[in-house]
């Protein structure tokens, strides 16, 4: 671990429940990880017998955010990032893409699931020239994050906030803008908001498979219309070609056509 590295915030009091699904543990299952329990295999078995396209879902999520922070290092020149609702450890985490470029970069992760905290020791591997840290804080109290973020970042410099696919978990889209709202109200101008999240109006069988998961008793995730994904970024510049399906952002030169899918992103840069 590099010395540039900060230990985890006191682990969270309660215990890793393994009695019932987790969305986190089953998108690492989607995305070919081993950090997940029976019962997270079984309810990802079950959604993608519902609707297979889920594991391009998640795929392409995970490709767009690389993509995504790729372009922020190399084209916008950023150096810090703080990554939201980060989810468990996998390939070409946040530091890793961005330190690959610019191995000076700093990285704050931000999550309260005890899974993923039990794991962030394998976020914090940090070039030497740049840092990592790992927040044990709620989405829903931004003030508390920002305070944290601010002990590895220099918040007077623009900062890329990353929300993957965690704003759906907010049940209430007003309570999800204004979460965004008081986060990017933390950061200066010329920082850049960077969204992905599940889209509803693309495709009948994937919201048919998410209303059924919401039934099942695990935390739900509210896939939401284009137009109110594009609503996070009020008031910011789009960075072309605007909220797009997440394999038409920017696509690998070598990548075949991509193909729209139920999961929209963009980045928007504060004026």
Sequence with gaps: ????????????????????????RIWNYWLGGKDNYPVDEAAGDAYAGAFPGIVTIARSSRAYLRRSIRYLVEVEGVRQFLDVGTGLPTADNT???????????????????????????????????????????SLYDPERILEAAARTLDLSKPTALILSGILGHVGDY???RDIVRRLLAGLPSGSFLNINDGSRGTDPDYERAQDAYNETGAVPYFLRPVDQIEGYFEGLDLVDPGVVSVPLWHPDEDADTPK?????????RKP
């Design 1 to 24: 671990m590099s010395d540039h590295a900060t230990t985890p915030e006191p682990a969270a009091k309660e215990k890793v429940d393994t009695s019932v699904p987790a969305s986190a």
């Design 95 to 137: 530091h890793q893409v961005a330190q690959r470029s610019a191995p000076e970069a700093r990285i704050v992760y931000v999550d309260n699931d005890p899974m993923v905290l039990a794991h962030a020791r394998a976020l914090l591997y940090s070039a030497p020239e740049g840092a990592t840290a790992y927040v044990d804080a």
């Design 174 to 176: 007003d309570q999800a």
């Design 260 to 268: 729209p899918i139920g999961q929209h992103g963009g980045l928007g």
